[in-house]
């Protein structure tokens, strides 16, 4: 059970093993999605129309984009940026988790309100990846800027990445795309956490009895209709977060086709309808929705994995 349940079967873990059961979940997640994480910020950067019939679009399709970045670039553009993606999900999972968990019982005990109701989970859910985010954006921004960067590389390594940074855009620049963040974490991670309960009660309900024999396969479904559901209402404002995140970054884009530069939020918006149309709103949607589907999905699959393993191993021990 994600969050705090007090009708739990002597489910007793520590807050360090929550915290490690959210950071291998993430880094295992991140490891198997990471090419289709590529491809969704390499679409959302993109000007140009995703289609074919646009000459001047370098993508429009995630099998020719993959084929044309490894016919470019090789098989590890796929994984530009992956140390410190690894980073982020490894920090990002343990601080959102335990916060959740935290944040649940907290509830409980302070209103004695139901903290596996969808309310309850979509609140802690959205206030827990927002401590999340605080800690772990400056490295979100690295990894973007490294996934978004053809060749030749502007920055060669993580140090030299965040020298570079510092030394050309000042300390400022780890927190760009900030704002639309934090308006799209919370609302994105509180469905995430609500729709992955409420799906879970659903599938009991359709097939009851099943729940506790195919509990993995469960999980598994439950958070891929999660992420896929959360993702969709929420992912024009991660467009404009990655849009916003290689501001200053213009000159490693040139190749990939037209730049802009935005202001802030509103400014990229508007710019974005103007010039893309509504539709602009969604581009790299369809692997996003993929990405987004077997991350939410692997994510509540291994932390639930993890929990259970711990538990049952202080059961042996006792």
Known sequence: MVGYDPKADGRNISNFEVAVAGSVSGLVTRALISPLDVIKIRFQLQ???LSSSDPTAKYHGILQAARQMLQEEGPTAFWKGHIPAQLLSVGYGA???LSFEMLTKLVHKASMRDPRDFSVHFACGGLSACVATLTVHPVDVLRTRFAAQGEPRVYKTLRDAVTTMYRTEG???FYKGLHPTLIAIFPYAGFQFSFYNSLKHMYEWVIPGEGKKNGNFKNLLCGSGAGVISK???YPLDLFKKRLQVRGF???RVTFGQVRSYKGLMDCAKQVLREEGAQGF???LSPSLLKAALSTGFVFFWYE??????HHMKKADS
């Open 282 to 284: 969604f581009k790299g």
């Open 47 to 49: 000007i140009e129309c």
């Open 95 to 97: 601080v959102q988790f």
């Open 171 to 173: 300390p400022l620049v």
């Open 305 to 310: 994995f993890f929990c259970d393993l711990f």
């Open 232 to 234: 969709t209402l929420t």
């Open 250 to 252: 213009e000159q490693a």
